[in-house]
T-cell receptor
Framework: DGGITQSPKYLFRKEGQNVTLSCEQNLNHDAMYWYRQDPGQGLRLIYYSQIVNDFQKGDIAEGYSVSREKKESFPLTVTSAQKNPTAFYLC?????????????FGSGTQLSVL | SQKIEQNSEALNIQEGKTATLTCNYTNYSPAYLQWYRQDPGRGPVFLLLIRENEKEKRKERLKVTFDTTLKQSLFHITASQPADSATYLCALDPLGNTPLVFGKGTRLSVIA
C-alpha cells in the first residue's frame, strides 16, 4: 500500500530533551512538509522540503530542525529550545509544490511534555 | 494582513439536511482552493480542489463553490449523514508554488 507513515503515535518529552519524529513515504513524492496543530488552531507550517538535501523554514520553525537525506524520509527534531512543544504533529507529502497539488497526510504524532 | 477564516467553529445539523460551511480569505489571490476532512486524532484527507476559473465543483454528495469577487468558498454536503461528522478544513496556496495555508476548520456534527 502506498502512503505516508508517521511514528510514534504518542511521544513524551522530558525537560531539556530533544526528540525526533519520524516520517516516511513510499509515494515517490518530491515535496514533504511538517505542520503543527494545536487545539482550536489551524495547521501551521514548520518546515518543508521540495527536493532531497534542501528544505525551507515555515512560519514557526524556531525550536525545530529537519533533514532530507533521502527522498522517502523527512524526520523532525523538536529541540529543547522549543518551549511549548505539546501539540499534534502532522507530516505530509505531495508530488511537488506546484499549483493543484494535493497533500497526503500521515496519521500524526501527539507530543506531550512530562 | 493575510487571513483565511472559517467562520463557524462548530456546526450542528440534522441528518438528511444540507450542511454549508464557509471559507473566507483576505489579502490573498489564490489560483485554487482545497477542502480536506479531518477525523479526531487523524491526519486530514483531501476532498476537493476548485480552480479560480471554476464556479462550482461536485463529487457525489459534496459541492464546492469559489467566488473570487467575494473571496469566499462554500462547501456543501447534501443529504448529510452521521458519518459526515468531522472537521472540515479549507486551504489555499498563497503565492503559487508555495505550501498550503489552512483555515482553523469547522467541526460538523450530524445528529440522527
Amino acid at each position: 500500500d502506498g502512503g505516508i507513515t508517521q511514528s510514534p503515535k504518542y511521544l513524551f518529552r522530558k525537560e531539556g530533551q530533544n526528540v525526533t519524529l519520524s516520517c516516511e513515504q513510499n509515494l515517490n513524492h518530491d515535496a514533504m512538509y511538517w505542520y503543527r496543530q494545536d487545539p482550536g488552531q489551524g495547521l501551521r507550517l514548520i518546515y518543508y522540503s521540495q527536493i532531497v538535501n534542501d528544505f525551507q523554514k515555515g512560519d514557526i520553525a524556531e525550536g525545530y530542525s529537519v533533514s532530507r537525506e533521502k527522498k522517502e524520509s523527512f524526520p523532525l527534531t523538536v529541540t529543547s529550545a522549543q518551549k511549548n512543544p505539546t501539540a499534534f504533529y502532522l507530516c505530509a507529502s505531495s508530488r511537488g509544490t506546484g499549483t493543484n497539488e494535493k497533500l497526503f497526510f500521515g496519521s500524526g504524532t501527539q507530543l506531550s511534555v512530562l | 494582513s493575510q487571513k483565511i477564516e472559517q467562520n463557524s467553529e462548530a456546526l450542528n445539523i440534522q441528518e438528511g439536511k444540507t450542511a454549508t460551511l464557509t471559507c473566507n480569505y483576505t489579502n490573498y489571490s489564490p489560483a485554487y482552493l482545497q477542502w480536506y476532512r479531518q477525523d479526531p486524532g487523524r491526519g486530514p484527507v483531501f476532498l476537493l480542489l476548485i480552480r479560480e476559473n471554476e464556479k462550482e465543483k461536485r463529487k457525489e454528495r459534496l459541492k464546492v463553490t469559489f467566488d473570487t469577487t467575494l473571496k469566499q468558498s462554500l462547501f456543501h454536503i447534501t443529504a448529510s449523514q452521521p458519518a459526515d461528522s468531522a472537521t472540515y478544513l479549507c486551504a489555499l496556496d498563497p503565492l503559487g508554488n508555495t505550501p498550503l495555508v489552512f483555515g482553523k476548520g469547522t467541526r460538523l456534527s450530524v445528529i440522527a
